[in-house]
């Protein structure tokens, strides 16, 4: 890092630089980036995309006063950098540290707190009608990828902030999919400009003003400005929901970023009504490894900058991987399976179905709503869709969830991956809710495999039902257990004894582990000779094993990786109230409150879930002290 960099603590200091070094410090900026997520892990290529946006975003906007909302917010390291975070961007991510997602807690330059998409149009024109509702004069920008344009929030809201003629919102389109060869480029940046000028908007205001009084010559005018435009912008669109168009323009111009930026703004605050900019950058932009492979370095653990990423030396198969070969598997066994992803090809394992069976892969885009419906419909027609969706993001289709299959019970697997704690991404995308608000919808299936032979089994068993399901595993990988080339069926809602008491004079404790939580669990159980369950299914759980293991112990003890209320551990507590049995229990899971990023075992260990702290929980509740009990 050098020198200049080094001067910029807040965005005040950054515009007190000239034009000319602003080059210079985002160079800097972009160096430091590869240099500081290199030594933490973290999202890489997103974040060398949007340097020079942020440079010129904080340049021309008068942050904080001006509000800032990046969509998603992976992309905001070098938001985080120019805002006073640099010397703690080495906790990014890490327990203590600072988030990799923006929070209205951790600064006053972070105006929403962002993780999942597509929400910083709404709330940049809940923010600009709320500052006018109190006389403020500032500017709301929402800054938007081209992926979360895909959701159908995206649209909605610009359906509504188009209604607000004089309503000073600017709307940022961050096109990272394609990319301007020089030509087009240089032409578009002109254009840019001219539109976002003031002799552009001073004419198109005086030609309406002549022209109104001619309709016919209105409509003609309107149309070949339409016609002229369309040749070379599209923005017919977004101009329908009443928005004023510009670009697209290259998006590591500087040059051409800062005077249309500053165009834009006095456009809004003097009541041209809500701007829509289009800017067009390239992600990894700046480290030829991430330009290369951006994939790759959307989300890398740490790594050396001068080799870049080297594989793994792990050889436990994750989860992910578990249910990608199941996938492929199955799908050779059954021409009906389809599998769809809400644009999470990589991340939920679907590289190899789709290369294999791609007229039977579907990625919908980042939408999630439509994803579960649109699952319906091929449940509808006889085919077996497999629904591959991060727990956190199934929330976003609880309602299709709900009313457009378990109400009309149609065969559609879930495979939630991501499901418990998920380590540095934190609360926004911990999988911690799916038990109970799936296992309150009538008609679900919901298991939760120990294991990655397990999880394949219960995919299998969920695939082969006539009911809605969803099977929840974790992040990584688990204890390593040998997956077999079976698609090999389990029992519906029977969970097994892993581990008999042979307590006599000693209370008799019965622990109900819902996944991976058995193995710890079975840890736990050698301190206190206790019996194991290791339960699989929530829903339909095993009501006859629970009695009779309420009938034949002392206490009974629940593990879960999830929400307490209304979890597992809930639905056990139900089926003993229903049957009459009264006995003493401890119910163990994630506590009532949004659990912050860090290590995953160190959040388990935090939140009791670990070896050590369900040991202390039982031995507090039976007021002894933790050691091995006398047979």
Known sequence: MTDLLKTINSPADLRELTREQLP?????????????????????????????????????????????????????????????????????????????????????????????????????????????????????????????????????????????????????????DMSISPAVGALNRYLARLMSGRFYAATKKGLDSVLSMAPPLREFAKRLEEHAKGMVVP???????????????????????????????????????????????????????????????????????????????????????????????????????????????????????????????????????????FAGGLACEGMKPVVAIYSTFLQRGYDQLIHDVALQDLPVVFALDRSGLVGADGATHAGVYDIPFIRCIPNMLLMAPADEAECRDLLTTAFKQNHPSAVRYPRGAGVGALVSKELKELPLGKGEIRRTTTAKNSPKIAILAFGTLLYPALEVAETFDATVANMRFIKPLDVDLVCELAKSHDLIVTLEEGAIGG??????????????????????????RFVDHGDHALLMKECGLDVDGITKAIALKLGINPKKQAA
């Open 24 to 176: 210079g410090l985002s160079q800097e900026l972009r160096d430091f980036l590869v240099d500081s997520v290199a030594k933490t892990g973290g999202h890489l290529s997103s974040n060398l995309g949007t340097v020079e946006l942020t440079v010129a975003l904080h340049y021309v906007f008068q942050t904080p006063y001006d509000r800032l909302i990046w969509d998603v917010g992976h992309q905001s390291y070098p938001h985080k950098i120019l805002t006073g975070r640099r010397d703690r961007m080495d906790t990014l991510r890490h327990y203590g540290g600072i988030s990799g997602f923006p929070r209205r807690v951790e600064s006053e330059y972070d105006t929403f707190g962002t993780a999942h998409s597509s929400t910083s149009i709404s709330a940049a024109l809940g923010m600009a009608l709320g500052a006018r509702a109190q006389g403020e004069k500032r500017v709301a920008v929402a800054v938007i990828g081209d992926g979360a344009m895909s959701a159908g929030m995206a649209f909605e809201a610009l359906n509504n902030g188009g209604i607000h003629k004089d309503l000073p919102l600017v709307v940022i389109l961050n096109d990272n």
């Open 235 to 373: 923005g017919t669109i977004f101009e329908e929901f009443g928005f004023n168009y510009i670009g697209p323009i290259d998006g590591h111009d500087l040059d051409s970023l800062i005077p249309t930026l500053q165009n834009v703004r006095r456009l809004a605050l003097e009541g041209e009504g809500p701007q829509f900019l289009h800017i067009v950058t390239k992600k990894g932009q700046g480290y030829k490894l991430a330009e290369a492979d951006p994939i790759l370095y959307h989300g890398p653990g740490k790594f050396d900058p001068a080799k870049g990423i080297t594989p793994s030396a792990s050889v436990k198969k994750t989860f992910t991987q578990v249910f990608g070969d199941w996938l492929c598997d199955m799908a050779e066994a059954d021409k009906r399976l389809v599998g769809i992803t809400p644009a999470m090809r990589e991340g939920s394992g679907m590289v190899e179905f789709e290369a294999r069976f791609p007229d039977r892969y579907f990625d919908v885009g980042i939408a999630e709503q439509h994803a579960v419906t």
């Open 567 to 592: 979890g597992a551990g809930s639905a056990c507590l139900e089926a003993l109230s229903a049957a009459g049995i009264e006995v003493p229990s401890l119910i163990l899971g994630l506590p009532d």
